[in-house]
């Protein structure tokens, strides 16, 4: 979505240059302790949260 690249530009507007974003968290997922391209497996609740919270999105439209 280029949010990196609006992120990067905002800060280097207030003079704070950024090399390199790295996103902790996505949703409600902790991804610390993840290395780029690794991945672990959702356990059973985050499994109906995810389902849950798609449902509600989808409910809005």
Same mark, same amino acid.
């Given at each position: 979505?280029? $949010?990196?690249?609006?992120?990067? /530009?905002?800060?280097?507007?207030?003079?704070?240059?950024?090399?390199?974003?790295? $996103?902790?968290?996505?949703?409600?997922? /902790?991804?610390?302790?993840?290395?780029?391209?690794?991945?672990?497996?959702?356990?059973?609740?985050?499994?109906?949260?995810? &389902?849950?919270?798609?449902?509600?999105?989808? $409910?809005? &439209?």
């Amino acid at each position: 979505e280029g $949010r990196n690249h609006q992120v990067k /530009d905002m800060l280097q507007k207030v003079g704070l240059p950024v090399d390199k974003l790295t $996103r902790e968290q996505y949703a409600f997922f /902790d991804l610390i302790g993840l290395q780029s391209g690794e991945y672990r497996k959702l356990t059973g609740v985050e499994v109906k949260r995810l &389902k849950a919270q798609d449902y509600k999105n989808y $409910r809005r &439209k």
